[in-house]
């Protein structure tokens, strides 16, 4: 569910939001992903790392640059989505 919201968010695909590489929306999307999943879900950066799998210090700051994003555009995990 929440990879397909962040998916939505972002305007990407759902697979690449969980795809390998340094491409900027799939940054700015796992970021979100991580951000939402461990603030709003109360998920662990642990869990995430394993799941995504990357470094649990590379989950760590993508919830920090999350954060940033959301702030920035003024989005949240819970907003309406229907256009």
Excluded: F, H
Excluded at 16 to 38: M, Q
Excluded at 54 to 77: D, F, Y
Aim: glycine content about 8%; proline content about 4%.
């Amino acid at each position: 569910w929440l990879v397909g919201r962040v998916a939505r968010q972002c305007g990407i695909e759902p697979k690449n939001v969980l795809a390998p590489g340094k491409y900027a929306r799939s940054v700015k999307a796992r970021s979100l992903l991580c951000y939402w999943g461990t603030r709003e879900l109360g998920m662990t950066t642990v869990d995430l790392a394993k799941r995504l799998n990357l470094a649990q210090p590379t989950v760590s700051q993508a919830v920090i640059r999350g954060q940033k994003i959301a702030e920035a555009q003024g989005i949240s995990l819970m907003e309406n989505t229907k256009q």
